[in-house]
């Protein structure tokens, strides 16, 4: 299945894209497509300590992914 | 509850009377306010200006988790969280938090806890700008 994943921040800027879409194979859950993810954009690597959100709301690595889920990739936030 | 809360992200300045009016309530003995200011300098390096960034659908809802998790453990009557979006120059307001409660006590540990929780969970970001350039607060490798 193919997912939408937001950028923020950094992560943003070394892409260089608001949102990517990567293809995933069913089930995946945010483990995989955090290794995808690193895989296809080895620049990432250096800057891994992201938390990722399905849906505006904080997931953790099990969380397992369904089609039309919005991923965002969220760097060290740093409001306030 | 969410009536006793006001949530807001704005690329307009901040109004401190706003979240003073909101909070204000003939049955509180007190309002504690944080107000965060931009500093004109990160250790030595002179800063120009901040531009905040956000994923603001989500950053509302943090902000309204924060807000109404300071209503359930404090005793507070209403909280104000209001942050800034886009670029801000030295001296001016990106965050405000207000909050009133019958007794003190609740109204400064409810505020503690409001600001500290945003820095940690709400999706915003800083980027400093110095005169030789640019950087995310918080992501060095």
Redesign the interface.
């Not at chain 1, 969220?74 to 409001?79: A, K, Y």
């Given at each position: 299945m193919k997912i939408s994943v937001?950028l923020?921040?950094?992560l943003k800027?070394i892409i260089g894209e608001n949102t990517v879409s990567i293809e995933v194979v069913s089930p995946s859950n945010i483990k995989d497509v955090k290794l995808q993810f690193l895989k296809k954009y080895p620049k990432l690597i250096?800057?891994q300590n992201f938390s990722v959100?399905v849906n505006?709301?904080?997931e953790n690595d099990s969380y397992n992914i369904k089609e039309n889920d919005v991923l965002?990739l969220?760097?060290?936030?740093?409001?306030? | 509850m969410i009536e006793n809360t006001s949530i807001l992200i704005t690329s307009q300045k901040l109004n401190l009377q706003d979240c003073y009016d909101f909070v204000q309530d003939a049955s509180c003995g007190g309002i504690a306010q944080f107000v965060g200011t931009v500093r004109n300098k990160t250790q030595d390096k002179s800063v120009i200006l901040l531009d905040f960034s956000t994923y603001k659908p989500m950053a509302i809802k943090e902000m309204q988790k924060i807000a109404n998790k300071a209503l359930a453990d404090f005793d507070i009557l209403k909280i104000a969280i209001h942050h800034a979006e886009g670029e801000l120059k030295i001296g001016d307001i990106p965050v405000i938090i207000s909050v009133s409660s019958p007794h003190r006590k609740a109204a400064f540990e409810a505020c503690q806890f409001a600001i500290d929780t945003l820095k940690e969970t709400v999706p915003i970001w800083k980027k400093e700008h110095f005169e030789d350039g640019e950087v995310w607060v918080n992501t060095h490798p």
């Open positions: 937001l923020f921040g950094i800027d250096a800057y959100a505006e709301a904080y965002a969220i760097p060290p936030v740093s409001g306030g | -």
